[in-house]
C-alpha cells in the first residue's frame, strides 16, 4: 500500500531530478518495489494453502 500511495509523488516531481535519469528511476522504483512484495505475498499465501 505504501508504494502505491508513494508513486504519484515521484511522479509529480520526476521532471525536477538531478541528473535527468534519475526522475524516471524514482518512478520506476515504488512499481518494482510494489511489485516484488505482491509476488512475495502471492508465493506466502500459495504455501500456507489459501490460494
Not at 25 to 39: C, E, H, I, K
Amino acid at each position: 500500500m505504501q508504494y502505491l500511495l508513494h508513486a504519484p509523488n515521484h511522479v509529480l516531481d520526476s521532471g525536477r531530478d538531478h541528473p535527468a535519469w534519475v526522475g524516471p528511476l524514482d518512478v520506476v522504483a515504488p512499481g518494482g518495489g510494489a511489485l516484488l512484495v505482491a509476488t512475495l505475498l502471492r508465493a506466502a499465501l500459495q504455501a500456507e494453502g489459501r490460494s
